[in-house]
């Protein structure tokens, strides 16, 4: 009996092992931000950013984040500026009583496509394209997760029955999703002269979506790096000091 309650005890989180890795046999990407001192590549971030401007924000909202953001990811502040200015931003009231447009100011939020869920409803087939602001972290292996369902669309197997609207994916649970496939190669033109192939458009996108998530990621690892190094020491000067103290009964 009691060898059994301890093969259970032993085999239960064995068992939970063999779940997580069935579930995380999805392909896994290579990222400038991943590992112990992994940093955002700026001008992945940049470009992504440009992608995200050019196709996802025609649906998806990044409530979040805001113009003057972007300074963190290397623009000037007059570039920010400009980049602000290109979207219009529903203001007041005015001394009337009047709600007007304006230009939007680096102190704005990012614009959402749509004025409510409703409107985001009735232009997507019933469907809610949800906001991008933390998604990286809204998903389980997010990063990986969105890169393989960015590059995930294929025809559905024989016999896979497909709703209306929808589209297959490979990666997505149920393997069929809302979105048309929002991204192929050639969809966004860079200035920086890098190929627009479609697993590049989805790593620049991905990089900029892991950024607005975890925009404190560069900082957490360097406090990481210091606290170890304060560690290290500490431990060292610790050990001489209690082989000080112990001289004697040694
Ligand atoms: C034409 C509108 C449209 C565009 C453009 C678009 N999406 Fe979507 N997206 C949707 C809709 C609608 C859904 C909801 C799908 C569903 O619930 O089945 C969605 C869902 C998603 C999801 C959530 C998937 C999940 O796990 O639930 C992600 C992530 C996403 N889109 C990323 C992107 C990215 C990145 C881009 C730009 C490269 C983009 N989308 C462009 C309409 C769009």
Known sequence: MRILLIAIIFLLPNYNLLAENSNSSKPKHKWSFSGFTGTFDRASVQRGLKVY??????????????????????????????????????DGPNDEGEMFERPARPSDRFVSPFANEQEARVSNNGAYPPDLSV?????????????????????????????????????????????????????????????????????????????????ELEIRKKIGIKVILFFIIFGIIIYLIKQRLWRDVN
């Open 53 to 90: 401007r050019e196709v996802c924000s025609g649906c998806h909202s990044m409530k979040l984040l805001y113009y003057r953001d972007l300074i963190d990811i290397g623009f000037s502040k007059e570039q920010v500026k400009a980049i602000a200015a290109d979207y219009t931003i529903i």
């Open 135 to 215: 998604i990286t972290k809204a998903r389980k292996n997010g990063v990986d997760y969105l890169y393989n369902l960015l590059l995930g669309y294929k025809e559905p197997p024989e016999g896979f029955e497909i709703g209306e609207g929808m589209y297959y994916n490979k990666w997505i649970e149920g393997n069929q999703i809302a979105m048309a496939p929002p991204l192929d190669e050639g969809y966004v033109d860079y200035d920086d002269g890098t190929e627009n192939t479609l697993p590049q458009l989805a790593e620049d996108v991905v990089t900029f979506l892991a950024w607005s998530a975890e925009p």
